[in-house]
């Protein structure tokens, strides 16, 4: 397997408000959200960061999905630099989180509609592509109902299919599962895996064992910042679950922090 994303030192700090220092029990004015992070990502894999809330995972898919711009570091997204061209970035991968707010007066179709044409689909392709997306997600019931009036469910794999409309061969998803009922989460993890069996690139964050477990080739953990660990799932879980080796690196993290 090639790689097809690598980041090298990526670095990102954020000023703290009073109010912010107060809330995390800190003196800092600068907090490091991101130190030093290194990692690839191959073709035709899921790749998990793991790591606590806090971590900086979602500092670290902003970064790669260009919405905000690391202080130190690159990162080459399938050839096309985070740094110096992050349009091309942004026409290569989609990028999905649960802090992805629809508009509630607007319709799945017009919504689709509208992100086609951002993105350059001729009419043709696109209504092949929304037919196809809207029946394997069942939004093709509710494709004229406002999102106003749509389940957390629903919002939530309009959300997807909006994310991928231009079929990318990298999809980030921020904690992809965040607060969807069994069934709708099954949706999602299938959809993942099916990504992969078609060759493409799925990055998660997410700080939830089982589903790295069941869904992740490989993946880093994160903690406050730093990535503490990198390798196949196998590797990582020789002699021990998932859950026991993240504690185990925690432990040894915080250890040599304090």
Same mark, same amino acid.
């Given at each position: 397997?090639?790689?097809?994303?690598?980041?090298?030192?990526? $670095?990102?700090?954020?000023?703290?408000?009073?109010?912010?220092?107060? /809330?995390?029990?800190?003196?800092?004015?600068?907090?490091?959200?991101?130190?030093?992070? *290194?990692?690839?990502?191959?073709?035709? &894999?899921?790749?998990?960061?793991?790591?606590?809330?806090?971590?900086?995972?979602?500092?670290?898919?902003?970064?790669?999905?260009?919405?905000?711009?690391?202080?130190?570091?690159?990162?080459?997204?399938?050839?096309?630099?985070?740094?110096?061209?992050?349009?091309?970035?942004? @026409?290569? /991968?989609?990028? /999905?989180?649960?802090?992805?707010? =629809?508009?509630?007066?607007?319709?799945?179709? #017009?919504?689709?509609?509208?992100?086609?044409?951002?993105?350059? %689909?001729?009419?043709?392709?696109?209504?092949?592509?929304?037919?196809?997306?809207?029946?394997?997600?069942?939004?093709?019931?509710?494709? &004229?109902?406002?999102?106003?009036? $749509?389940?957390?469910?629903?919002?939530?794999?309009?959300?997807?299919?909006? *994310?991928?409309? $231009?079929?990318?061969?990298?999809?980030?998803?921020?904690?992809?599962?965040?607060?969807?009922? +069994?069934?709708?989460?099954?949706?999602?993890?299938?959809?993942?895996?099916?990504?992969?069996?078609?060759?493409?690139?799925?990055? =998660? *964050?997410? $700080? %939830?064992? @089982?589903?790295?477990?069941?869904?992740?080739?490989?993946?880093?953990?994160?903690?406050?910042?730093?990535?503490?660990?990198?390798?196949?799932?196998?590797?990582?879980?020789?002699?021990? @679950?998932?859950?026991?080796?993240?504690?185990?690196? #925690?432990?040894?993290? +915080?250890?040599?922090?304090?």
């Amino acid at each position: 397997m090639g790689v097809i994303l690598k980041t090298e030192g990526l $670095h990102k700090t954020f000023r703290l408000s009073a109010k912010q220092q107060k /809330l995390q029990k800190t003196k800092e004015k600068i907090k490091t959200a991101v130190d030093n992070l *290194s990692f690839e990502a191959y073709k035709g &894999e899921i790749f998990g960061l793991l790591g606590p809330n806090g971590a900086g995972k979602t500092t670290t898919l902003r970064m790669l999905a260009t919405l905000i711009k690391a202080d130190k570091g690159e990162a080459v997204v399938d050839g096309a630099s985070i740094t110096k061209e992050p349009e091309l970035v942004r @026409s290569k /991968l989609g990028f /999905l989180t649960s802090e992805l707010k =629809l508009e509630d007066f607007f319709t799945p179709n #017009y919504l689709f509609d509208f992100f086609a044409k951002i993105h350059n %689909i001729d009419s043709q392709t696109a209504e092949h592509r929304k037919k196809e997306l809207f029946e394997k997600f069942g939004i093709d019931e509710f494709a &004229e109902v406002k999102v106003a009036n $749509h389940s957390t469910g629903m919002k939530q794999k309009t959300s997807l299919v909006i *994310s991928v409309i $231009h079929d990318p061969n990298i999809i980030i998803f921020d904690e992809p599962t965040n607060g969807l009922d +069994v069934l709708t989460a099954k949706v999602v993890t299938d959809f993942l895996l099916e990504m992969r069996d078609q060759g493409k690139t799925v990055i =998660l *964050s997410t $700080h %939830i064992f @089982s589903l790295v477990e069941k869904l992740c080739d490989r993946a880093g953990v994160i903690i406050n910042g730093k990535l503490v660990a990198c390798d196949t799932l196998e590797n990582m879980t020789r002699e021990k @679950s998932l859950e026991d080796v993240f504690f185990d690196l #925690y432990a040894e993290s +915080v250890g040599e922090s304090a």
